[in-house]
Each structure stands twice: as structure tokens, then as C-alpha cells.
T-cell receptor, first 113, second 123 residues
Framework: AQSVTQLGSHVSVSEGALVLLRCNYS??????LFWYVQYPNQGLQLLLK??????LVKGINGFEAEFKKSETSFHLTKPSAHMSDAAEYFC???????????FGTGTRLQVFP | GAVVSQHPSWVICKSGTSVKIECRSL??????MFWYRQFPKQSLMLMAT?????????EQGVEKDKFLINHASLTLSTLTVTSAHPEDSSFYIC???????????????????FGDGTRLSIL
């Protein structure tokens, strides 16, 4: 069975600081990995996805994530946080693009001025 | 980009009422739609997967007679919560995906695109 674990339900950073949101996965086969962002009372927006191509994946809004098989990790980073980045972030895993998504429990990012 | 519209965005109704939520793909053909449920401050849980023209596949523990899913066209799927009760209050989110038949199996080169969700409150 597949699963993802997001370490830290809340992360707070200052505006301009590095953002690091952690995600570790468990999968018996090479996984597809995703990061989604959710703003209050809205659905999910795809930030980026890993589909077994380049291990460093660049997404929208300046976010990127690196797939590290040895560490079974897919952490999300952004060099400089903006106030508009404050939201809930979900890591998800699937066996294929057509497979169902298994979501982590989410990390709420707060950005302070 | 791919746009998925969900309607209504918020609904409040009395216990025992049936509520219908619509999920539309506005600029692409959604061969497959997914329905998720999200409790406050929790993650999304998949309820069911529906393919156009077929019966939905429900996840374990989801009552198919309680949550009726119809996917009659390539741009519309509906979720009807029948005889809703307060415990059905939640945030319901749909997503849509285009799949194609390749090598005898259904494949896709696109991720799921999500709607903005429907907040359902049952009094």
C-alpha cells in the first residue's frame, strides 16, 4: 500500500525566508508524487508533479521539489516566501496518473511580515 | 489551463433533504471524475471514481446508496447526498481527468484537475 507522511502540521516562516515543507512516501513501486496547494474554502491547485523524469521538479509560483529515492522523500521548497504563499499544502502519491491519489495530512504554512 | 467548475459552492439545508452537487469540466472532456470529502483541518479522502457512462466505483466504507454519483456526459458529474444528516456536513471536492485508451488500457498524461469544492452544512 502507498502512503505519504507530511512532517509538521504547521510551518511558520517570515516573508523572504526559505520555505521547506517535508513529505516522505512509502511505495512498493516507483511512485508518482504531487504537491497541491489549497487556499481557504477552495479546491486544490497543482503546484508540481514527479513522474519519473527529472528528480528536481520545478512548479508554479517559484516552488520546486526534489525526489530522493534513497530518503523516500519529496520535500517542497521555495527560496523566498511571500505573504500570498500562506495556505494548506498537501503531498500526494499514486501508482500512475490514472490511479487514485493518496493524500498526506497537510501542512499549513503561515508567512509573517 | 484545465478548468473544473463545482456548483454550488456553499449549501445549507435541513436534515432529511437530498442535495445535488455538480462538477463540470469547462474546457476539456473529463472521461474520469473523482469525488473527495474533506473534514475540517483534515486531508482529502477519496469517496468514489466515476467513468463517463459507467457506474461509479466506491471506496470501502462509502455508502453508494447514500452518495449517488452520475457521470452521464464527458463534461458533467453529479454527487447527490440523499437524506442528508448533520454528520454528512463536510467539504466535498471533485476532480476531473482525461484518459485515453492505449495498448488496451486506459492511460492519461494529465494529472487530476480540481474544482473549488462545495461546503455542505446540514442543520
Amino acid at each position: 500500500a502507498q502512503s505519504v507522511t507530511q512532517l509538521g502540521s504547521h510551518v511558520s516562516v517570515s516573508e523572504g525566508a526559505l520555505v521547506l515543507l517535508r513529505c516522505n512516501y512509502s511505495s512498493s513501486v516507483p511512485p508518482y508524487l504531487f504537491w497541491y496547494v489549497q487556499y481557504p474554502n477552495q479546491g486544490l491547485q497543482l503546484l508540481l508533479k514527479y513522474t519519473s523524469a527529472a528528480t528536481l521538479v520545478k512548479g508554479i509560483n517559484g516552488f520546486e521539489a526534489e525526489f530522493k529515492k534513497s530518503e523516500t522523500s519529496f520535500h517542497l521548497t521555495k527560496p523566498s516566501a511571500h505573504m500570498s504563499d500562506a495556505a494548506e499544502y498537501f503531498c500526494a502519491v499514486s501508482l500512475a496518473l490514472t490511479d487514485k491519489l493518496i493524500f498526506g495530512t497537510g501542512t499549513r504554512l503561515q508567512v509573517f511580515p | 489551463g484545465a478548468v473544473v467548475s463545482q456548483h454550488p459552492s456553499w449549501v445549507i439545508c435541513k436534515s432529511g433533504t437530498s442535495v445535488k452537487i455538480e462538477c463540470r469540466s469547462l474546457d476539456f472532456q473529463a472521461t474520469t471524475m473523482f469525488w473527495y470529502r474533506q473534514f475540517p483541518k483534515q486531508s482529502l479522502m477519496l469517496m468514489a471514481t466515476s467513468n463517463e457512462g459507467s457506474k461509479a466505483t466506491y471506496e470501502q466504507g462509502v455508502e453508494k446508496d447514500k452518495f449517488l454519483i452520475n457521470h452521464a456526459s464527458l463534461t458533467l458529474s453529479t454527487l447527490t447526498v440523499t437524506s442528508a444528516h448533520p454528520e454528512d456536513s463536510s467539504f466535498y471536492i471533485c476532480s476531473a481527468q482525461t484518459r485515453y485508451r492505449g495498448g488496451g488500457i486506459m492511460a492519461s498524461n494529465q494529472p487530476q484537475h480540481f474544482g473549488d469544492g462545495t461546503r455542505l452544512s446540514i442543520l
